[in-house]
């Protein structure tokens, strides 16, 4: 299923939500919707299911408008931050319920329903566990149940608001990859929220990137790290740290590190976004100095000191550094938008 | 161990004396006088003053106007809170202020304001005389006093509880293709059962109970127009202290029922909800 949205507008009192949400989902794909609290994400996500009526714009599915579609028939899966199982029903009966209410003649037989709970359990890996009561679940467990009854009604279209927010780091892990493998086995099209960087640029085909009610770029996650739309987006991807430089021919240079290519960029003052990767630090007589070196499970994380900042860096291969250490740092990429 | 929060063990003794002690005076007390008057001169008198014509009536006629007036607050009641926790609507704050009208308004003004507006000399009076309606001074008015009195005890029991519930459940059956009927039913409706139980078991207590209101409607009509709580009046006023105490302590045991019911209630709606 294609979900297309166009100038989509939603106001609470004097504040705008959503300010003009343009976005264009295909068949089969995974998107995140990625952006600090407030950017208007989840309201774009509650639009998409007829939770939320917006002032203008219109939300297409296959094309279809969906203006006057109330929720209930829109027949789309929605798996909510907190997952709102039925509190007063076992997991059978949360599962169950979409097929439950649906008119006589639509609905599956009393067998039936039971084979369709005992498939989604067995599909979100939690058979035996009919009986019990939301209560008696993990956090983890609660949010499969939640997809579990969501994909009851076999929608084409999945939502997830922060579908993660609530678990600790180990179970979040297993989660999203087993989502994945998830909604490319079902064939989903599938739209999660998240503040979570990683999990988006880990999780999605696109990212819609979200500030202040809009989408401020759509793209793969390579070309959201190569080619950030603006310096917001620059700095709020891949933990790149902003340094102040000046453009002169294309190039951006710096008080401390050597130049670096910014081909585009008008002359003058500027911000150049460096990741940890973008730099590269190497032993030997240098302006720079080793601030913290710290092993983790990825390798060795190494914070270098230069003319007064602080900047994590690559450390060069085969090197140990030590604290204290004099080095010298090399600059490989940088993404420079004008100050 | 001591907690820290814990206080001196005199201090906990006087303030458990003291709300034992005025517990006693105020509430026991007069609750075991009323049955130690009625009983004074053994059971036999109190049961004939039960079976007067009179009090028959009078029972009857708070059963008749409790049976009508209950429901229509259990329906309206839930209407209310259902409307103010689930939608945001403008006038949903001042809904809220006026569901709690009747517990800030004198009973006896609430009558009052019945008599001005259908009484025969109300607003509504003559146009109604014309039709050979009677409200004032006859079932009408104590069902629609009664009413008034009561209304605030299922909404006010609801309405928190459905506040800390959300919205979410109610919007996650939507999603799943529930009708608003459907989502009321298999959503809402069990999330509610127990306060709302207890809801209209205190608005049926209050219900039966309810004096100054009814009386100002009522008319004292005795036999047609009587209600338990105003046969009491009367009869102590005539001095047949028996009578008085024997109806009194009837209406006093239906409010023990009810209360008794009501924490049965609350406890098994406890436990369910820790096995669950």
Request: proline share 5%.
């Amino acid at each position: 299923m294609t979900i297309e949205v166009r100038g989509l507008m939603r106001r609470y009192g004097g504040v705008a939500a959503l300010d003009g949400v343009a976005l264009a989902v295909g068949q089969g794909e995974f998107v995140a919707l990625l952006g600090p609290s407030g950017s208007g994400k989840t309201t774009l996500l509650r639009s998409l299911a007829g939770l939320e009526f917006p002032d203008a714009g219109e939300v297409l599915i296959d094309g279809r408008d969906m203006a006057q579609v109330p929720a209930r028939e829109r027949g789309i899966g929605f798996v909510f931050q907190n997952y709102a199982l039925f509190r007063h029903m076992t997991v059978f009966e949360n599962i169950a319920f979409g097929l439950r209410i649906r008119p006589r003649r639509q609905r599956p037989g009393r067998a039936e329903i039971a084979r369709r709970v005992e498939e989604l359990l067995a599909l979100v890996r939690l058979p035996g566990l009919e009986a019990r009561y939301p209560e008696q679940l993990s956090g983890g467990q609660r949010q499969r149940v939640a997809l579990a009854r969501a994909l009851a009604i076999e929608p084409r279209v999945l939502l997830l608001d922060e579908p993660f927010g609530a678990l600790d780091a180990k179970v979040r892990k297993e989660l999203r990859l087993w989502l994945r493998g998830l909604h490319d086995r079902l064939g989903l099209t599938s739209l999660f929220v998240t503040h979570d960087q990683d999990e988006a640029l880990e999780l999605a085909d696109r990212v819609a990137v979200m500030r202040d009610g809009r989408v401020v770029q759509f793209d793969t996650p390579e070309v959201l790290l190569a080619r950030p739309a603006d310096a917001g987006v620059a700095g709020f991807l891949g933990d790149a740290a902003p340094v102040a430089c000046e453009v002169r021919g294309g190039q951006a240079h710096f008080a401390a590190l050597p130049p670096v290519a910014a081909e585009g960029v008008r002359d003058g003052r500027a911000v150049a976004f460096l990741r940890p990767v973008d730099l590269l630090a190497e032993p030997g007589a240098g302006a720079a100095r080793v601030a913290a070196a710290r092993q983790d499970g990825r390798g060795v994380r190494l914070t270098v000191e230069l003319g007064g900042m602080l900047l994590e860096a690559l450390p060069a291969q085969g090197w140990v550094p030590q604290r204290g250490e004099a080095c010298c740092v090399r600059v490989l990429g940088a993404r420079v938008f004008p100050a | 161990m001591r907690r820290a929060t814990e206080e001196p063990a005199w201090l906990r003794w006087l303030l458990c004396l003291a709300a034992v002690g005025l517990l006693a005076l105020f509430l026991a007390l007069p609750l075991a006088a009323v049955f130690t008057e009625a009983l004074r001169r053994g059971i036999g008198p109190a049961l004939a003053a039960l079976e007067d014509p009179d009090a028959v009536a009078a029972i009857g006629l708070t059963l008749l106007v409790a049976a009508i007036a209950v429901p229509v607050n259990l329906v309206g009641g839930v209407a209310a809170a259902w409307a103010i926790a689930q939608f945001d609507f403008p006038g949903r704050r001042l809904l809220t202020v006026l569901i709690e009208l009747p517990f800030s308004v004198s009973p006896v003004i609430s009558g009052l304001v019945y008599v001005l507006v259908f009484g025969a000399q109300g607003w509504l009076g003559p146009w109604l005389e014309t039709r050979g309606l009677q409200v004032i001074f006859a079932l009408p008015g104590l069902v629609l006093a009664t009413i008034f009195v009561t209304f605030p005890f299922v909404a006010r029991t609801l309405i928190p509880l459905m506040q800390a519930q959300g919205r979410a459940e109610a919007e996650a059956a939507a999603t799943l293709g529930a009708s608003g009927w459907q989502i009321f039913r298999r959503v809402t409706l069990p999330n509610i059962r127990w306060a709302l139980l207890s809801g209209v078991l205190l608005c049926n207590a209050r219900a039966m109970g309810e004096f100054g209101a009814v009386s100002v409607v009522s008319g004292h009509v005795r036999g047609e127009t009587n209600t338990m709580p105003l046969h009491v009046e009367i009869l102590y006023n005539e001095y047949q202290f028996v009578g008085a105490f024997a109806v009194a302590a009837l209406l006093a045991l239906l409010a023990l029922v009810t209360l008794g019911a009501k924490a049965v209630l609350e406890r098994m709606g406890g436990r369910r909800l820790e096995s669950a």
